[in-house]
């Protein structure tokens, strides 16, 4: 939500990175300039993006713990409509979310005018439909690129939740393209902030790659194994730092061992700050496809980190990245052209 003087955020803060990332960097750099800034999560999360030490932004959570199941009933056939069990779950779910509402639409009555609500997720975006927000502006965000989402359910969610929304910001002008040709007329683009200072910088000369992210399936570090099998063959005193945990990782590690990388691939956990690890090494590598978002490509840019892709066909290749408006070789003109499209084809 931000009012001229006030920013607030309407997300799910997680333990380990992922989607509270970026409201708590956002809230910090809108505090930063002045704005009053309130981050709200749907549920209180224990690890450190559940609050802000500095103290710079106001954190306030919805629901301790939420216990009903996370998403809402949707039968597809006519034995799903009389599941007596999950109707009596929907219930109860529409319930614990109708006192979150009531609770949000306290914090937004508190608002000044202007205010500007920004929902990271479009699951926290069932809340805020809930919620009371006269006069204020609603902007939605989708944060993986519009094929990765087409081919989820959450396609049809973002259509739903989002369709009267101010605003649907995806990361790049291609994405939004395709959410206006899908019907959101609403859909613009903003990239993600690079607010990445580093205080001391790579030497890139140690053989050494790092891997950042969630250990689960959609992002693909098995693929990026199997990349990493070919590129030892060339470079055999080269490590491959894999910095993250998930539900994958025991997998993850076994098939490492099985295809005899243990030696040269390092399972380091969790990092609290993401330069730490880019220090010590000479390249960042994430794989290609589409859960991979080229705003991504940008992220080790100010450390001067080499970029580089991988697919279990290729290997591993230099990632060029895609410019985005405000970046060198991008023109006003051409992202000027884009949102022209995307008003007529509403």
Not at 135 to 146: A, D, F, I, K, P
Request: proline share 7%; charged share 25%.
């Amino acid at each position: 939500m931000r009012d001229g003087t006030s920013s607030s955020s309407a997300t799910t803060p997680t333990t380990s990175g992922g989607s509270s990332g970026g409201p708590t960097t956002w809230s910090r750099l809108f505090a930063a300039r002045g704005d009053r800034v309130t981050l709200v999560g749907i549920t209180r999360g224990p690890g450190p993006a559940a609050h802000d030490p500095a103290g710079a932004y106001r954190v306030e959570a919805l629901h301790d713990r939420w216990r009903p199941p996370a998403l809402a009933h949707r039968p597809r056939s006519p034995r799903d409509r009389l599941d007596l069990a999950a109707r009596g779950r929907d219930v109860w779910r529409s319930a614990a979310q109708r006192r979150g509402a009531a609770r949000l639409s306290e914090l937004f009555a508190a608002a000044r005018p202007g205010a500007v609500v920004i929902v990271a997720q479009v699951w926290a975006m069932e809340w805020v439909r809930l919620a009371d927000t006269s006069g204020l502006r609603v902007v939605g965000m989708t944060h993986e690129s519009y094929e990765a989402t087409r081919r989820s359910s959450r396609h049809g969610r973002v259509r739903e939740h989002y369709a009267h929304a101010d605003r649907l910001l995806a990361l790049t002008a291609e994405d939004a393209d395709a959410w206006a040709r899908a019907g959101m007329t609403n859909a613009d683009h903003i990239p993600n902030p690079l607010h990445v200072e580093p205080v001391v910088y790579p030497t890139l000369d140690l053989p050494a790659v790092a891997c950042v992210g969630r250990l689960s399936d959609e992002k693909g570090v098995d693929l990026l194994l199997e990349a990493w099998k070919r590129a030892r063959e060339r470079r055999p005193g080269w490590r491959l730092h894999v910095y993250g945990t998930g539900p994958d990782e025991e997998a993850l590690r076994r098939r490492a061992a099985e295809a005899g990388l243990a030696g040269s691939v390092e399972f380091r956990g969790v990092v609290a700050d993401v330069e730490d690890a880019l220090v010590e090494v000479s390249i960042f590598v994430l794989r290609r496809g589409p859960r991979v978002s080229r705003c991504r490509c940008w992220r080790p840019w100010p450390t001067g980190c080499r970029r580089w892709r991988s697919t279990a066909r290729r290997g591993c290749a230099p990632c060029s990245g895609t410019p985005v408006p405000g970046t060198p070789g991008c023109s006003s003109r051409r992202a000027g052209r884009r949102r022209s499209r995307r008003r007529s084809a509403g």
